[in-house]
């Protein structure tokens, strides 16, 4: 199965700060990698795909970048809005695995 | 208005068979793939496997022997079945549509989940 090591684990950002989470793939999963916003009780929302394809209606202050085996989620000006979980999602190959998460709150 | 909306038992015994329904509105089961994916509380995301357009499906090896899923498309309707059931498939289960080829894996629409107890 292919790893998706995710960080970091935890991250507390300030109103308007950018931040960044990464991805780590243990082999190339040529972009079919996505990233997912889960809020408290909540199910799953869909941010980004194709590694840098915006979902319609995501507020464009969320982008996606890389390739190969680094991928990364760059949220530029964190939002109140923005609290929550964040998990990417491999496609490559089967079974579809996902990162460990991180969890993303306001300082 | 795509909608999925997942049902079932909450509450499962040891050893006794998960039976989920997850019923879709908005799409068609013969236009998009439909996957199921399941979080323990507090803890990551696991998938279970994926029923494709065709009806075909594929499985996460590490399931593969006790889940089935299967549908009923002119209900819109697909199904979850997992046998042998214990304490560790304590989990929300969510049912999500899949995008179509080659985005198949992309999941832009979930269910709100179906909380899932193992106990006697």
């Known amino acids: 199965d292919i790893q998706m090591t995710q960080s970091p684990a935890s991250l507390s950002a300030s109103l308007g700060e950018t931040v960044s989470i990464e991805c780590l793939a243990s082999e190339d999963i040529y972009s079919y990698l996505a990233w997912y916003q889960q809020k408290p009780g909540k199910s799953p929302q869909l941010l980004i795909y194709a590694a840098n394809r915006l979902q319609d209606g995501v507020p464009s202050r969320f982008s996606g970048s890389g390739s190969g085996t680094q991928y990364s989620l760059k949220i530029s000006g964190m939002q109140p809005e923005d609290e929550g979980d964040y998990f990417c999602?491999?496609?490559?190959?089967?079974?579809?695995?996902f990162g460990s998460g991180t969890k993303l709150e306001i300082k | 208005q795509v909608q999925l909306k997942e049902s079932g038992p909450g509450l499962v015994q040891p050893s006794q068979t998960l039976s989920l329904t997850c019923t879709v509105s908005?799409?068609?089961?013969?236009?998009?793939?439909v996957h199921w994916v399941r979080q323990p509380t507090g803890k990551g995301l696991e998938w279970m496997g994926v029923i494709w357009t065709g009806g075909s499906t594929d499985y996460n090896s590490a399931l593969k022997s006790r889940l089935s899923i299967s549908r009923d498309t002119s209900k819109s309707q697909v199904f979850l079945k997992m046998n042998s059931l214990q304490t560790e498939d304590i989990a929300t289960y969510y049912c999500?549509?899949?995008?179509?080829?080659?985005?198949?894996?992309?999941?832009?629409?979930w269910g709100q989940g179906a909380s899932v107890t193992v106990s006697s």
């Open positions: 999602l491999q496609g490559s190959k089967f079974p579809l695995t």
């Open positions: 908005g799409f068609s089961l013969t236009s998009y793939n």
């Open positions: 999500a549509r899949g995008l179509q080829w080659p985005h198949y894996y992309v999941m832009d629409a």
